[in-house]
């Protein structure tokens, strides 16, 4: 069955890098577009990327363009996420999300995975 698994997250001092991962198994990413999501204590949850299916076309939420990249490894069969000029309101509970496209609310699978935690603190 479908299954996402993120990794890759950790404690960070404010301006610096993280990249996290997203393995995918049970389909191959040409099947769906993946987005990551973020959710910080009390906040809803919020997409911060996607990348759609052909791996061309990708999009970020304004809060993070210009400091986050999405891309993905056909062969390893995972998306990533790297991130850089991380600021403490990045903290957050962070997920990856198969869809039918990136411009598409329609999410693909049974339930949300575990996520990994990104805390940005000095």
């Known amino acids: 069955q479908l299954q996402l698994v993120e990794s890759g997250g950790g404690l960070v001092q404010p301006g610096g890098s993280l990249r996290l991962s997203c393995a995918a198994s049970?389909?191959?990413?040409?099947?769906?577009?993946i987005g990551w999501f973020r959710q910080a204590p009390g906040k809803e949850r919020e997409g911060v990327s996607c990348i759609s299916s052909r791996g061309v076309g990708t999009n970020y939420a304004d809060s993070v363009k210009g400091r986050f990249t999405i891309s993905r490894d056909i062969a390893k069969n995972t998306v990533y996420l790297q991130m850089n000029s991380l600021k403490p309101e990045d903290t957050a509970v962070y997920y990856c999300?198969?869809?039918?496209?990136?411009?598409?609310?329609?999410?693909?699978?049974?339930?949300w995975g575990q996520g990994t935690q990104v805390t940005v603190s000095s």
């Open positions: 049970g389909f191959t990413l040409d099947r769906y577009a």
């Open positions: 999300r198969a869809k039918i496209g990136c411009d598409s609310g329609i999410l693909i699978g049974r339930s």
